[in-house]
């Protein structure tokens, strides 16, 4: 079974820019579709970003598209969440996730199988 696990959260000021890494170990996630999902205090859980498995096509949800850049690295086992323009309501605990049995990406968290802890990001006004 793949496990996941997110770093690279912290406190930054609005504007600012962090690089939230998720590393994968078990076994490869090569041929997984990924996505970063968020979650505020008091709010459901959120679409961020989904990259499909060779990294060929991502998708954003529309509050970061622009800010906001996922990739991957399959001979790491790493998907990265470049965040630059960051504002205050970007402040949440961000999740990686896997779809361990499907290429194509997708914003439905019920899509997604494996999860990691997250990483909190706040974003200071």
């Known amino acids: 079974q793949v496990r996941l696990v997110e770093s690279g959260g912290g406190f930054v000021q609005a504007g600012g820019s962090l690089r939230l890494s998720c590393a994968a170990s078990?076994?490869?996630?090569?041929?997984?579709?990924m996505g970063w999902f968020r979650q505020a205090p008091g709010k459901e859980c959120e679409f961020v970003a989904a990259?499909?498995?060779?990294?060929?096509?991502?998708d954003y949800s529309n509050s970061v598209k622009g800010r906001f850049t996922i990739s991957r690295d399959n001979a790491r086992s790493t998907v990265d969440l470049q965040m630059n323009s960051l504002k205050p309501e970007d402040t949440a605990l961000y999740y990686c996730?896997?779809?361990?049995?499907?290429?194509?990406?997708?914003?439905?968290?019920?899509?997604?199988?494996?999860w990691g802890q997250g990483t909190q990001a706040t974003v200071s006004s």
């Open positions: 996730a896997a779809r361990t049995r499907y290429t194509s990406i997708s914003k439905y968290e019920g899509d997604y199988d494996v």
């Open positions: 078990g076994r490869t996630i090569s041929s997984n579709a």
């Open positions: 990259i499909s498995w060779l990294g060929g096509r991502a």
